[in-house]
């Protein structure tokens, strides 16, 4: 058993403390928020926070979390009652085509606005320049974050 | 704000005992109206093969509005365009609507929602559906009320009479029955009428991808669900030769291995213990690795030197003055792949002999057919039922999935099983965008007309999907012992083309000859990738007119513009150019600086019948490293009707993105059995920091039809990214991706 939080709730899980943490919050809490893409670090799909700050579930073994580790997903992030503002702007702008990289796009655009609320258009890129997007849609993404930035929506 | 959730998953894809119900409806009247009378106003499409009214629309008597599309969302928009479609020509909210999408046992067949058709045709057809439901409607109230229905006014779904009467859609439903055919004669809505199509309307499946809502298939978790995967052979040609199934069964988690000829696979409790099951019993596997790709040939030589079936495609015969300048060139480009975010899923049950797929398939219907041949079961034993899944632009694994589910689900009777690939088994299996060829000759006489233009592209399949008459076309199937192979693959004809697509210049060339040379055998399986092989073609043939101009001492955009008759490819290309305050001039050599920039053109009409799309692209060359940097993109589109502006513009650039990827950094290799650039590492695809700023218009035009615009911007985007670093260097890079390496040799050249 391994026990874990998630979204401000507590949960023990039976499985082998290996497993990389994407496939226990999916399969095991069904939770929708973080999707598996590439699996090896390489997309930012599977990104959530951990003690706010943005990890890679699929490069995130449970082992190497600490018991009193605070995850949270794009499920705890906001809900459509209560949106984050970064939930909010990708709304407003339409930001995504399939959405399959929107989870990673919002956690880590959400982790930077955190650590830094108005940062220019080149450190939006930066920040997010190892979250893919295959729709092609980073234009767009990173108009929403700046309208998050700016409390716009 | 208000959040609309477009699908209860759980709730839709499980409560399949109603649904089938209403299936045999549904599908068992199709025969009797296939044969209606052929005179009058034109059956679309759609209507020919789903004549029936309530194929398309049902309303309840509580007033609930149900609209039914074969069509499905690939991450396009495609459902919003429907509800606005629907919700326009019936007078009520769109949130109102119910729409069910890509069910076989609900929906209309509508093929396989692809090329940029789904407005075009999906759209047309219900629209005119829901405008004959709601003149029906009309007519019942206008009856009982000895009114014209010009008096009728409608609300909301509710209809409205002069003297204050009112009756609602639900309550005239009752009086009458949309069991027969659709009425083509039915008018649907005046531009000037509408008022949800032409509108931006907010996309109804964004706020639930925002939340973390269940919209996927891999957010679909039914009770008692298994995890299969499969142990993929170390190359396309290899086969099986001998494998220790019992080591794997006692592997945690195991609950079933497969083996059926060189098929293997795993089901296990949880996902990562059917992956790793997977990758350990495919190599503890001894296989036979099968003859090298090509004949260990260069893949370039191959397309020119195997056999291939040539065929004049198009010509054009006239008078013109004699070439006073004529230009050849020979363009390449290599393998390129559909790169998908989340690698493909299905989720397949089994009970009592009969399958239920769930599947983001591009094509529901023809995915039926071929699976029922693989698994050799009668079609009618088969369901799908759409579930979205990450974006695949063309033909990717998302159908092979499905077999491959199916497959592994038959092991374990009653149990759900879902397949998800990893993403390097994606790149390795996924039918490619095939590698191709083009050699183009022109002439331009003295006045600065074209004289000649001829065209030839050596290609092989860009469809394989999925729905042809021969075999089967789910890659697993060919691999079982007794194995269900494709048919031999064919090319699409023009006017729309599959090789030859945009092969036919938009410019007015007095003598033209296009000639195909398709591949039908395939050492790498390719199928469709967008656009075909419309985005290579209109790439060549715009690097070939830019060549042309340089040649003839011509700015490209006038020398362009002097050889267009279709003026509505002058007014995107003149909008585009205005955009980027295009200074005219010609290009040439130039001495060389460390970092040249330059500015490109390329204009296209996708399929030389849907959207006109030109784009400007500005980009930086380092002459040291060779590294092209998109800097701009301006572009101008026109798409007739745009049922929803944004979404055409949000399609459209990501185009252009998706083109700026393949133009300059995509190419797949292969060692001598099986493709190699499987990762993220040796295969990149565009990031944040190399995407150019985009300023893209749309120029609507309402009294127009509506025309596909998924497609329309990655042939001009490309072209324009080549012709900017024509215009850089005034070297030409022949050879797609324009990646450093062949950059600094087109420098040294
Ligand atoms: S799935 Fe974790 S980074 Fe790609
Ligand atoms: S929206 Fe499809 S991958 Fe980003």
Redesign the pocket.
């Known amino acids: 058993m391994v026990g874990l939080t998630v979204n401000g709730r507590s949960f023990n899980v039976d499985v082998d403390a290996s497993t990389p943490l994407i496939y226990v919050l999916r399969n095991d809490l069904a939770l929708n928020g973080p999707k598996l893409g590439c699996g090896t670090g390489a997309c930012g799909a599977c990104t959530v926070h951990v003690d706010g700050r943005a990890v890679r579930s699929c490069q995130t073994p449970l082992s190497t979390l600490r018991p009193d580790a605070r995850i949270v997903t794009l499920e705890g992030l906001g809900t459509p009652e209560k949106p984050h503002p970064v939930q909010a702007a990708f709304v407003a702008e339409q930001a ?7 989870n990673g ?1 919002i956690m880590e655009a959400a982790a930077l606005l955190a650590a830094q609320p108005n940062p220019t258009e080149g450190q939006i890129r930066q920040h997010l320049n190892g979250n ?6 980073q234009q767009r993404v990173v108009r929403a974050v700046q309208k998050a930035a700016r409390g716009g929506v | 704000m208000t959040i609309r959730t477009e699908v209860d998953l759980g709730r839709r894809a499980f409560a399949i005992g109603a649904a089938s119900a209403v299936a045999g409806l549904t599908i068992g009247f199709r025969w009797a109206l296939a044969q209606a009378p052929q005179s009058g106003p034109p059956v679309p499409p759609m209507i020919r093969s789903n004549p029936r009214l309530d194929a398309w629309v049902r309303i309840a008597p509580d007033g609930g509005i149900t609209v039914m599309t074969g069509r499905v969302e690939i ?1 396009q928009g495609m459902l919003t365009v429907m509800r606005q479609v629907a919700a326009d020509e019936l007078d009520v909210a769109p949130e109102r609507l119910t729409l069910i999408s890509g069910d076989t046992a609900q929906t209309p067949n509508e093929g396989v929602t692809a090329g940029s058709l789904a407005v075009k045709l999906g759209s047309t057809a219900l629209g005119l559906a829901c405008a004959d439901a709601r003149a029906t409607l009309i007519g019942v109230a206008a009856k009982a009320w000895s009114v014209e229905p010009g008096a009728v006014k409608v609300e909301d779904g509710q209809m409205l009479g002069p003297a204050g009467q009112r009756m609602s859609y639900g309550e005239a439903a009752g009086r009458i029955s949309l069991a027969r055919p659709v009425d083509v004669a039915a008018k649907r809505k005046s531009p000037a009428e509408q008022r949800i199509i032409g509108t931006s309307y907010p996309r109804v499946d964004i706020p639930a991808k925002v939340f973390g809502q269940p919209v996927f298939i891999h957010d679909l978790r039914p009770a008692g669900m298994l995890f299969g995967a499969i142990a993929r052979p170390p190359a396309y040609a290899a086969r099986l030769v001998s494998a220790d199934l019992d080591a794997i069964r006692s592997r945690p988690g195991v609950v079933e291995v497969v083996r059926d000829g060189s098929f293997l696979g795993v089901v296990a409790r949880r996902e990562e213990q059917a992956q790793a099951a997977a990758h350990a019993l495919a190599k503890a596997a001894r296989w036979d690795a099968g003859a090298p790709l090509f004949g260990g040939q260069d893949v370039f030589d191959y397309l020119l030197t195997a056999p291939s079936e040539t065929a004049v495609v198009h010509t054009a015969k006239a008078e013109a003055p004699p070439a006073a300048t004529t230009h050849k060139a020979e363009y390449r480009r290599h393998f390129q792949a559909h790169a ?3 690698a493909s899923c299905a989720l397949a049950q089994w009970q009592d002999g009969r399958l239920t797929v769930w599947s983001h398939t591009q094509g529901p219907f023809p995915l039926r057919g071929d699976l029922a041949k693989g698994l050799r079961v009668s079609p009618e034993a088969v369901r799908i039922i759409h579930a979205q899944g ?2 695949c632009y063309g033909h990717n694994g998302a159908d092979d999935v499905a077999l491959d589910a199916a497959l592994l689900a038959r092991a374990v009777p009653g149990r759900p099983v879902r397949v998800h690939w990893a993403h390097e088994e994606e790149m390795a299996w996924e039918p490619w965008g095939s590698a191709m060829v083009t050699r183009l000759a022109g002439g331009i006489s003295a006045d600065g007309t074209l004289a000649h233009w001829t065209h030839d592209v050596w290609s092989f399949p860009h469809s394989t999907r999925p729905g042809s008459d021969a075999g089967c076309n789910l890659r697993s199937a060919w691999y079982l012992a007794d194995p269900v192979l494709p048919g031999k693959a064919a090319d699409i004809p023009l006017p729309t083309g599959g090789a030859a697509r945009n092969a036919v210049p938009i410019y007015a060339a007095a003598n033209q000859t296009i000639t195909s040379h398709f591949l039908s055998a395939m050492p790498i399986r390719t199928s469709a990738l967008r656009t075909l092989g419309g985005y290579f073609n209109a790439v060549s043939a715009e690097m070939f007119i830019d060549e042309l101009a340089a040649l003839s001492g011509r700015d490209p955009v006038a020398f362009r513009l002097a050889n267009i008759r279709d003026a509505r490819l002058g007014a995107v290309l003149r909008k585009a150019v205005e955009l980027a305050g295009w200074v005219p001039g010609v290009v040439g050599k130039r001495a060389l600086a460390p970092e040249m920039i330059g500015t490109g053109v390329g204009l296209s009409r996708y399929k030389n019948s849907d959207a006109y799309v030109a784009v400007v692209a500005e980009v930086s060359v380092s002459t040291k490293s060779g590294l092209v940097t998109p800097l701009r993109l301006w572009s101008a589109t026109d798409t007739g009707r745009a049922v929803n502006p944004d979404g055409v513009l949000n399609q459209i650039d ?1 185009g252009m993105v998706q083109a700026a990827s393949w133009t300059l950094q995509e190419a797949g290799r292969w060692n001598s059995g099986i493709m190699t650039t499987v990762d993220y590492g040796s295969y990149p695809i565009q990031d944040f920091l190399t995407t150019p700023l985009m300023h893209s218009v749309v120029i609507d035009r309402p009294e127009q039809p509506s025309l596909g615009a998924g497609e329309g911007s990655q042939a001009p985007a490309g072209a324009a990214i080549a012709n900017a670093v024509f215009a850089a260097t005034g070297r030409r890079v022949a050879e797609i991706p324009l990646t450093p390496d062949r950059v600094l040799a087109a420098l040294k050249a």
Request: net charge positive.
């Open positions: 995504l085509q399939c959405g399959y990289c929107t796009m893919l997007c295959r729709c092609g849609c | 991450g998908s975010i989340g990450a974006g990501g």
